[in-house]
Structure formats: C-alpha cells, structure tokens
C-alpha cells in the first residue's frame, strides 16, 4: 500500500473549518484514500473515504486532488469534541485489505 | 452493547507469564485483526483473519499467537510476556466488501512488569 504523509500536529478555531492535509504521490489507481480519527485511547473511527471524487458524509468532506497524489480532510465547523489523531490511509479495497496506520496529524481545536 | 467487545480492558502481568486477550463482534463480519499502539505512535497490525480457517501475519508478529474459535471470537495470546509488550490493544473487524470501514473495539491496556 501506498505511504502517506501527514503533518506532525495542527491547531483551529472552534467553529471554524478544519482543514487536515495528506500527500500520498505514489498512490496507485486502485487504492482508496481513507481517514479515521482516535480521540485519546478510544479505538479509531472510521470517517470518509474516496477513490477519486470529492466525499462529503455528516462528519466531513474529503478533497482528493485530480491527480490524486494528495487530498485534505475537512471538518466544516470544528468543535472541542474534534480535538483527536487523524490518520490518512491508502489501501485498496480488496480482498487483501489491511489497514496500516501512519502516525497521523494530532488536531488541537482550542476555544 | 458494544459491536466489537474486547476483555480484559486493563491488565497488569508479571514477565514470562502467559496471557489472553479476546475479542468478540456482533457485527457479524468475517474478517478480525490485532493491532498493537505505543505511547505516540499509530497503530501496528499484529495478526489478522480473513476468516475461521485464515490467520495470517501482520508487521509485527514475533511473540504473538492467535486464535479464531469462531466467526466471532478471536483471541490474542502472549506466550511469555516481556515488559516491551506493554501497549493498548487494539481488536477491529471488517466486512468482506471493507470499502466501509474498520469498527474497532474500545482496547486493552496491557502492563507486563
């Protein structure tokens, strides 16, 4: 599976949007991009994931570029509850699938 | 209840003593796995089962044995804890599609002394 890139930690405003980016430029054609969030020591959840197109569900909207080498969690309206690890992972949806985490980007959403 | 329940949640051993942890889902997937996190780190995969007859290794499987007794159950054993072993345990389950997603259990903090 592809690797990913995230940054180490990011901070936001309550009630502003969230923005969390990942670069994964050797991405191949068939791998999905996905995200999960840990909030402290709770077991991950998963968030949204894409192939190609942008993604939006009623936790956030994932942005893959058209080269699909990157792509940006964003989180419209962050609040405290927010405040967790977020891991950007690409796999391919198969029957081979596994997850493999990064150390992902540790979002701090202050008051 | 929980989909995927995971027991012990806390647990404190002595090196060299065998120990279990297990894991039970009610959401009826096929596919389980283990994975292993370090104080800062992601998240590591240990073993993984695609189902009852399929075990297969994960990044870091030296010390680790499994066992799937069901479509359900599926348990990790430390044969002879050491102190590096200490970390919070993850179990997580996945359906044969997996396009959606892993549901992970609430995970086991584990302490070898």
């Known amino acids: 599976d592809a690797k990913t890139t995230q940054p180490p930690s990011m901070d936001c405003a309550e009630g502003r949007a969230a923005n969390l980016p990942c670069n994964h430029s050797?991405?191949?054609?068939?791998?999905?991009v996905y995200w999960y969030r840990q909030i402290h020591s709770q077991g991950p959840q998963y968030i949204i994931h894409g192939l190609k197109n942008n993604e939006t569900n009623e936790m956030a909207s994932l942005i893959i570029t058209e080269d699909r080498k990157s792509s940006t969690l964003i989180l419209p309206h962050a609040t405290l509850r927010d405040t967790a690890v977020y891991y950007c992972?690409?796999?391919?949806?198969?029957?081979?699938?596994?997850?493999?985490f990064g150390t992902g980007t540790r979002l701090q959403v202050f008051p | 209840d929980a989909d995927v329940t995971q027991t012990p949640r806390n647990r404190i051993t002595k090196t060299g003593k065998r120990i279990m942890l297990e894991c039970s889902q009610t959401?009826?997937?096929?596919?389980m796995y283990w994975y292993r996190q370090d104080p800062g780190l992601g998240l590591r995969l240990i073993y993984y089962?695609?189902?009852?007859?399929?075990?297969n290794k994960g990044e870091i499987s030296d010390g680790y044995s499994v066992s799937r007794q069901a479509q359900a159950k599926f348990s990790l054993s430390l044969e002879s804890a050491i102190p590096n072993q200490t970390a919070l345990y993850f179990c997580?389950?996945?359906?044969?599609?997996?396009?959606?997603?892993?549901?992970f259990g609430s995970g086991t903090r584990l302490t070898v002394v």
């Open positions: 997580a389950t996945s359906d044969r599609a997996s396009l959606y997603g892993y549901t």
């Open positions: 992972i690409v796999r391919v949806g198969s029957n081979t699938d596994k997850l493999i």
């Open positions: 050797t991405i191949s054609g068939n791998e999905y």
């Open positions: 089962s695609f189902d009852v007859k399929d075990i």
């Open positions: 959401k009826g997937h096929d596919r």
